[in-house]
């Protein structure tokens, strides 16, 4: 293999759907607890800007290589 192929290989594993999806189901799903929580307002505070991060982070990843 010539090194170009390698650094695209190296591209591919990097660029999986499956543990990014995960990262951004994570963050869907914190931004949800922090949504809920009753006990500190700046968490509360930037709940919606987690979920909608880790919506968008879940988009963009939704067109990566499986």
Known sequence: MNDNAIENARRIRWFRRGPW???AMCAIAA???????????DLFSYSFV????????FVVVSHFPE
């Not at 931004?31 to 307002?41: A, D, K, T």
């Not at 979920?51 to 968008?56: D, F, H, N, R, S």
């Open 21 to 23: 999806e995960a990262a």
């Open 31 to 41: 931004g949800i607890v922090m949504l809920m929580q009753p006990l500190s307002i």
């Open 50 to 57: 987690t979920i909608l991060v880790g919506t968008l982070g």
